[in-house]
Nanobody, 124 residues
Framework: QVQLVESGGGLVQPGGSLRLSCAAS????????MGWFRQAPGKEREFVAS????????AYADSVKGRFTISRDNAKNTAVLQMNSLKPEDTAVYYC?????????????????WGQGTQVTVSS
């Protein structure tokens, strides 16, 4: 059974940083893309970032480009989302996801396993 467990969320002031981690188990992690999505209250889930199976290809939503960095460590079965220069509009529950294939995608239906989510709140 595949399990994805996020950690690292919390409360941070605008301009601050957080590092989200996602630990995967139950599947050959290194064969599949990883993604991060988020959902704010009253809004639909939206794509944040994706990394290919090898880690060599990445994709970002325009709203986070230049501020967020996605990476993975296949030896440790983990994916990381480094978030810098955080803004109040980044406040949401962040979910990591495991792709159905190895290439990056910004489409939620290209991912078939999801974590339970971790809350990120950006507020002064």
């Amino acid at each position: 059974q595949v399990q994805l467990v996020e950690s690292g969320g919390g409360l941070v002031q605008p301009g601050g940083s957080l590092r989200l981690s996602c630990a995967a188990s139950g599947r050959t992690f290194s064969n599949y893309a990883m993604g991060w999505f988020r959902q704010a209250p009253g809004k639909e889930r939206e794509f944040v970032a994706s990394v290919s199976w090898s880690g060599r290809s990445t994709a970002y939503a325009d709203s986070v480009k230049g501020r967020f960095t996605i990476s993975r460590d296949n030896a440790k079965n983990t994916a990381v989302l480094q978030m810098n220069s955080l803004k109040p509009e980044d406040t949401a529950v962040y979910y990591c996801s495991l792709g159905k294939a190895g290439w990056v995608s910004n489409q939620g239906n290209e991912y078939d396993y999801w974590g339970q989510g971790t809350q990120v709140t950006v507020s002064s």
